[in-house]
Nanobody
Framework: QVQLVEAGGGLVQAGGSLRLSCAAS????????VAWYRQRPGKEREFVAV????????YYSDSVKGRFTITRDNANNAVNLQMTSLKPEDAAIYYC????????????????WGQGTQVTVSS
């Protein structure tokens, strides 16, 4: 049974930084692409970033490019999302997900999702 557990959310002032982590179990982690999605209040869930199974490629949404960095540690079955220069519009529940294919630069949603971690950004 695949489990993904996010951590690291919290309250931060605009312009600040947070580091989210995703711990995975129940799968051969190094075989899978891993992505972060977020759901802002009143909005649909949206793609944030993805990293390939080997870590050799990363892709970001335009809204976070240059501010967020996704990395992975296959030895510890973990993926991190370093978020800098946070804006009030980054406030959301952030979800870690895996199991989907990467078609070119487009990640297709997989079936395994974490419970999410709340990020709040004060202006």
């Amino acid at each position: 049974q695949v489990q993904l557990v996010e951590a690291g959310g919290g309250l931060v002032q605009a312009g600040g930084s947070l580091r989210l982590s995703c711990a995975a179990s129940g799968l051969t982690f190094s075989n899978y692409n891993v992505a972060w999605y977020r759901q802002r209040p009143g909005k649909e869930r949206e793609f944030v970033a993805v990293i390939t199974w080997s870590g050799d490629r990363t892709y970001y949404s335009d809204s976070v490019k240059g501010r967020f960095t996704i990395t992975r540690d296959n030895a510890n079955n973990a993926v991190n999302l370093q978020m800098t220069s946070l804006k009030p519009e980054d406030a959301a529940i952030y979800y870690c997900t895996t199991g989907g294919p990467l078609i070119g630069s487009e990640y297709r949603e997989g079936q395994s999702w974490g419970q999410g971690t709340q990020v709040t950004v004060s202006s």
